[in-house]
Nanobody
Framework: QVRLVEFGGESVQSGGSLRLSCAGSDFTWSTYALGWFRQAPGKEREGVAAIDRSGGTWYAESVKGRFTISRDNSKNTMYLQMYNLKLEDTAMYYC?????????????????????WGRGAQVTVSS
């Protein structure tokens, strides 16, 4: 069974930086696409960034130039480095995994395209 656990969620001031991690187990990590989603209170879950098994990446327009996704297959870990955080980045952040998606897929930012999920890590940005 695919297991995903997020780490690093915390409160940070606007303009600050934060790095989230997602650790996986019980599946062939390097062959899966990995993604970050977020959900703010009262809003739908939205795609933030994704990285496929070839290293191809996708970013939501709202985070381009501020967030960087990466993966370390030797550690079964994925990262989301976030810079210049804004109040609107406040959300529960989830990592996701899927064995088939590629960064070039149109549906990669759609939560229904992903098969496996972590439980989330809260990121709160304050002024």
């Amino acid at each position: 069974q695919v297991r995903l656990v997020e780490f690093g969620g915390e409160s940070v001031q606007s303009g600050g930086s934060l790095r989230l991690s997602c650790a996986g187990s019980d599946f062939t990590w390097s062959t899966y696409a990995l993604g970050w989603f977020r959900q703010a209170p009262g809003k739908e879950r939205e795609g933030v960034a994704a990285i496929d098994r070839s290293g191809g990446t996708w970013y939501a327009e709202s985070v381009k130039g501020r967030f960087t996704i990466s993966r370390d297959n030797s550690k079964n870990t994925m990262y989301l480095q976030m810079y210049n955080l804004k109040l609107e980045d406040t959300a529960m952040y989830y990592c996701a995994a899927d064995p088939y998606l590629m960064a070039s897929d149109n549906a990669i930012g759609n939560e229904f395209s992903w098969n496996y999920w972590g439980r989330g890590a809260q990121v709160t940005v304050s002024s």
